[in-house]
């Protein structure tokens, strides 16, 4: 035994140690991937750590476009929301005007019982150095008719019907120049002729000329028509005197008259379409 140990036990003692470390390498390997799966494993990792950084960031900006959809979307809302309260608040806000209107139009209709009215609005408004208009929503269907005269709801004179379709009419208002009316002044009765004149338009005012040679008109009288003749209704006011003027030839006097009924400013008038005539 001493013998074969002597002989052989190197190579025993060699050959144990390979089959120790060939255990090893195997129970190594056994636990952890084959050499070319994790060499492969270490060239991808840079590229797996990429494309997970990539897909988080695809995530995050989906997630923001959502939210900023989302937000948009509510904005959008809100708009549309704010849009039809002041959509309401404007048909309101009509709508208390145009019952201030017909409140004012029923307190004259009380005063002015001999008068037929017919309410319309004003679908187009003209005015240039030559003319100052007004197209109304009636005509012969409602029993308008050329001469009538246009008031506010005040019983402001606005203009003559110069023009009348089925549907429609033209109204020449109190500063055109070819709008010409018989006028009394209220404090004095004197009588004289409103109306248009070409320099006196672009101001937004009229003349008041023929007054008599004694006539002592003062700032701030009231003008209204006369009717005499029976074209127009008496007493409808048209305006106050603002000034006192001479006219070219410096020697005959015209009054400057403001208009009281705001043409600017009218969305609905009321024809009178009929009256009685006072003699």
Partial sequence: MKKFLKDYGLWI???????AVALAVM??????????????????????????????????QQAYFADNQALLEENQALRNQIAEMEREMRLAKDDS??????????ELREKRRDFQFEAANITQQSSSNWISSLTLNRGTLHGVAVNNCVVTEEGFLAGIVTEVGLNWCTVLTVLDTDTSLGALVFRSGD???????????????????????DCELLIGDLVVTSGLGGYYPADLVIGKVESLQLDDSGSTRFAVVKPSAQLDELKQVFIIKSFDIVT
């Fill in 27 to 60: 129970s190594f390997f056994a636990s952890t991937s084959s050499p070319l799966v994790n060499l492969a494993g270490v060239l991808s990792s840079p590229f797996r750590n990429a494309y997970s950084a990539l897909a988080n960031w695809a995530t995050e």
């Fill in 191 to 213: 009588v004289a002729v409103a109306q248009g004149d070409f320099v006196l338009m672009n101001e937004g005012r009229l003349s008041l000329t023929y007054l008599p040679a």
């Fill in 97 to 106: 005007e145009e019952n201030a209107r017909l409140r004012k139009l029923l």
């Fill in 13 to 19: 003692l060699f050959a144990t140690a390979v089959i």
